[in-house]
C-alpha cells in the first residue's frame, strides 16, 4: 500500500488547511487510517484516527479545531484544520494499519506510511 499526501503548505495563525491521502488500494473499513506529525526534534505524534468501528479519535491539541474523515469510494483521507497554531508547525503524515481492531494512534501500531507534507503556521 503506497499512501501519498497532499494540501501542505505555509499560512498563517488563525487559517485553514486542508490534507488529502490517497491510497494505492482500497483498505477495508475496518482497517483504521489516521494522521501523525512530526515536528523537528520531536517525537512523532498522532493527530487524528479513523477508526475501524467508524469512530474518530483525536490527540491532544487538536480536538474542536481539526476534523478527521474518510471517503471509503475514493480511497481517501481528510484532515481539515482549521484555526491553525505555530504549534501546529510539522511534517503531516498519513498512516494505515492492515489489520482490524485498533486505532491508528499509536506510532507503533501503523503498517504503511506516507511520505509526509509539510505545514507551517507563522505567527
Known amino acids: 500500500v503506497q499512501l501519498v499526501e497532499s494540501g501542505g503548505g505555509s499560512v498563517e495563525t488563525g487559517q485553514s488547511l486542508n490534507l488529502s491521502c490517497e491510497s494505492s488500494?482500497?483498505?477495508?473499513?475496518?482497517?483504521?487510517m489516521g494522521w501523525f506529525r512530526q515536528a523537528p526534534g520531536k517525537e512523532r505524534e498522532a493527530v487524528a484516527s479513523?477508526?475501524?468501528?467508524?469512530?474518530?479519535s483525536y490527540g491532544e491539541g487538536v480536538e474542536g479545531r481539526f476534523t478527521i474523515s474518510r471517503d471509503y469510494s475514493k480511497k481517501a483521507l481528510y484532515l481539515q484544520m482549521n484555526n491553525l497554531k505555530p504549534e501546529d508547525t510539522a511534517t503531516y503524515y498519513c498512516?494505515?494499519?492492515?489489520?482490524?481492531?485498533?486505532?491508528?494512534?499509536?506510532?507503533?501500531?501503523?503498517?504503511?506510511w506516507g511520505r509526509g507534507t509539510q505545514v507551517t503556521v507563522s505567527s
Open positions: 488500494r482500497f483498505l477495508p473499513t475496518a482497517y483504521c
Open positions: 479513523v477508526n475501524g468501528d467508524n469512530s474518530v
Open positions: 498512516a494505515a494499519r492492515d489489520d482490524a481492531g485498533v486505532r491508528c494512534m499509536n506510532s507503533r501500531d501503523i503498517n504503511f
